[in-house]
C-alpha cells in the first residue's frame, strides 16, 4: 500500500495526463469497488433528511449538513443505489457572526431538511435553518450541479416539503405535532396572501411523541404526505397520511415499522418512482456515532398506500438491484491535494477563512493556516472534514509541522461534540505528538462554554512530518476510534486509548467526521502542510 501511494503522489505531481488518469483509479473508496446486488444501507454514512426527485432517468438527493460549508449537498444518481455528490446550493451562510464561529456557534442548526422539486426546467429547493432570524432560504437552478440563485427569504418552515401541484399552485408542508400547509406565489417567491394557511393533518391519540419530517408528493391525482412518527414506548416508524384533497381530510397509514441490522428503527424519508414504474422509500436510520444512514425500501401500492418493505413489511437487507458503481461515487475518498482544486467531498466547520488555506502556496499539499486565537478545537476556524463510512475504515494523513509556532494545535480528528484526536501540539520546548479526546460543553447563547479534556499521551519528537491514522467500527454496539501514528511513513504505532464515538443531537446532530485541524491557542499566523488524506482500506 505505501509503495502505491507513493507512486500516485509522484505521478500527479509529474503532470503526466496518462499516469495521472491511472493513478487516480488506484485511489478509490470501497462503495467504488462493491459490484453486484446492492444492499442496505445503501449509504452506511450520515445522510439524514433525505428528499428524492427523478428528472428522467436521473436521482437528485438532498440532505442536511447544519453548520458545514459549503452546505445543502446535491448528489446525483441512476440506479438510487450509487450517490455521487454534484454541487452544493451554497457556499456560505450570513445571518449572524455565529456562522464565523464569532460570539457563539450555529453547532446542529444552519441547514436543515431541505426540500427539493423540480418543475418546466428548474430546480427548487426549501430550507429553514433553526435558528434566528428564523426565516426559510428558497433556491433555484436550472442545472443542479449549480449555480443556485436565492429566490427569497421567507417565513420559517419547520422540517418542510414544497409540493408543487399540476395546477401550478404551490404549497409547503412544515411544523411538528400538527402539520400545517401554507401557499406559496406560483413563482415562489413569497407567502400568498390569502392562500391556504391551516394545519391540514391532526395527529390522532397514538401519536403522542415526535411528529414531523413531512414529505409530500401528488400521484394518481391523490396527496401523500410521509411523516415521522415516534409515540412514547414505541418504536420509531414511518407514516404516510393519504388525502384526496391538498388540505384533506388526510387518513393515517402506517407504512414501514421495523429494525434493520442490529439497530432498533428505521423512520424518516421520501418517496420516489424509478423510470420503470418501480416505488421506493429513501428512509433514513439512527445508527449510533456514524449518523442517520440511508435505506432504500421497496414501495407496494396495497388499496393506495404505498407500503415499504419486503413481503413482511421489514427492511430488506438485499434490495434486488445490481449496481456497478462508477468512479467517483460515494460519500467520501481519498485526496493527493494535487490538482489544486478542493475536492467536492470537503466540508468546512462553519464559514472558512479563504485567505487562510490553500492548495496553491505548496503545490501538492493543502496548507491550513491559523487565522486566529481560540481555547478549543470546537472553537477553531478552518477544520476541514469529510464523512465516515460505515462498517469501518482507516484513514490516514501526513502532515508537515515545520510553519507551526509555540501554541498551535494540528492534527487529524474524530470529529463531533465528543471528540477524539491524534495530533502535534508544539510549545517553546518543541513538539509533542499528543493522543486524547475532548467534549464541549454547551453554553447560553449557543457559546462553547468550555471542554472536558482527557489526555492519554504525549511524546516528545524531533522531526517536522508525522503520519496519522484514525480507525473507525460502526459495527452494532461498537462505534470505536483507534489512533495510530508513524515518524517514517512505514513503522507504526498505536496511541492512545480506544474512543468511544457518540451522536448527540443537542450539540452537532450529525455523524463523527474525519477531520484535520490547525488552530492557535497564543498567536495566529502558523500553518501547516497536509500531504494526502488517504483511505486505505
Not at 128 to 148: F, Q
Request: charged fraction near 20%.
Amino acid at each position: 500500500m505505501k509503495i502505491k501511494q507513493t507512486l500516485i503522489k509522484s505521478v500527479l505531481r509529474c503532470g503526466l495526463p496518462l499516469l495521472a488518469a491511472v493513478a487516480s483509479q488506484l485511489s478509490v473508496t470501497a462503495a467504488e469497488t462493491a459490484q453486484g446486488p446492492a444492499t442496505n444501507p445503501v449509504i452506511w454514512a450520515d445522510v439524514p433528511d433525505p428528499d428524492v426527485i427523478r428528472v428522467g432517468d436521473d436521482f437528485y438527493m438532498v440532505s442536511t449538513t447544519m453548520h458545514l460549508m459549503p452546505g445543502c449537498p446535491v448528489m446525483h444518481s441512476r440506479n438510487l443505489v450509487d450517490w455521487t455528490t454534484i454541487g452544493y446550493v451554497f457556499d456560505r451562510l450570513e445571518d449572524h457572526p455565529r456562522y464565523d464561529l464569532q460570539d457563539g456557534t450555529v453547532y446542529g442548526k444552519g441547514q436543515w431538511a431541505t426540500s427539493i422539486r423540480y418543475r418546466d426546467g428548474r430546480f427548487y429547493v426549501l430550507f429553514s435553518p433553526n435558528d434566528n432570524p428564523y426565516k426559510s432560504y428558497i433556491y433555484t437552478a436550472t442545472d443542479p450541479a449549480g449555480p443556485w440563485e436565492l429566490v427569497t427569504r421567507t417565513q420559517h418552515f419547520h422540517d418542510a416539503s414544497l409540493l408543487l401541484d399540476d395546477d401550478g399552485r404551490v404549497y409547503v408542508f412544515y411544523n411538528g405535532g400538527q402539520i400545517r400547509c401554507r401557499e406559496l406565489l406560483p413563482d415562489l417567491s413569497d407567502v400568498k396572501a390569502g392562500g391556504v394557511d391551516q394545519v391540514v393533518i391532526f395527529p390522532d391519540a397514538e401519536e403522542t411523541g415526535l411528529h414531523e419530517g413531512s414529505r409530500v408528493i401528488k400521484h394518481d391525482g391523490k396527496y401523500y404526505a410521509f411523516v415521522i412518527s415516534w409515540p412514547h414506548g414505541k418504536p420509531r416508524r414511518q407514516l404516510c397520511y393519504v388525502a384526496d384533497n391538498v388540505t384533506g381530510p388526510y387518513e393515517k397509514h402506517v407504512v414501514l415499522e421495523s429494525q434493520f441490522g442490529g439497530f432498533p428503527y428505521v423512520g424518516q424519508g421520501c418517496l420516489v418512482d424509478d423510470p420503470d414504474g418501480n416505488w421506493w422509500g429513501m428512509i433514513f436510520q439512527d445508527r449510533g456515532g456514524v449518523g442517520r444512514v440511508l435505506t432504500l425500501n421497496p414501495c407496494t401500492w396495497t388499496d393506495g398506500v404505498p407500503m415499504l418493505g419486503d413481503s413482511e413489511g421489514h427492511v430488506p437487507l438485499n434490495i434486488g438491484i445490481d449496481h456497478a458503481p462508477e468512479p467517483g461515487s460515494g460519500v467520501n475518498a481519498s485526496d493527493e491535494f494535487s490538482d489544486g482544486v478542493k475536492s467536492i467531498l470537503w466540508q468546512w466547520n462553519h464559514n472558512p477563512v479563504d485567505s487562510c488555506w490553500s492548495l496553491s502556496e505548496r503545490p501538492g499539499y493543502l496548507r491550513l493556516r491559523t487565522p486566529d486565537v481560540v481555547d478549543n478545537l470546537f472553537e477553531a476556524r478552518n477544520t476541514i472534514s469529510q464523512r465516515m463510512m460505515g462498517p469501518g475504515e482507516t484513514a490516514e494523513i501526513c502532515i508537515d509541522t515545520k510553519g507551526m509556532i509555540s501554541g498551535d494545535r494540528a492534527g487529524f480528528a474524530a470529529f463531533n461534540g465528543d471528540t477524539g484526536f491524534i495530533g502535534v501540539d508544539a510549545d517553546s520546548n518543541g513538539k509533542y505528538l499528543v493522543c486524547g479526546s475532548t467534549s464541549m460543553v454547551m453554553g447560553e447563547g449557543h457559546t462553547v462554554a468550555s471542554t472536558t479534556d482527557t489526555e492519554w499521551e504525549r511524546i516528545p519528537i524531533a522531526t517536522d512530518k508525522i503520519w496519522l491514522r484514525i480507525s473507525t467500527d460502526f459495527n452494532p454496539g461498537r462505534d470505536i476510534a483507534t489512533f495510530a501514528y508513524s515518524l517514517d511513513g512505514e513503522n507504526w504505532r498505536q496511541a492512545g486509548e480506544p474512543f468511544k464515538m457518540v451522536f448527540d443531537y443537542r450539540r452537532f446532530f450529525m455523524g463523527t467526521r474525519f477531520a484535520i485541524y490547525n488552530y492557535a491557542t497564543s498567536k495566529a499566523g502558523g500553518y501547516v502542510d497536509i500531504d494526502y488524506f488517504h483511505l486505505i482500506d
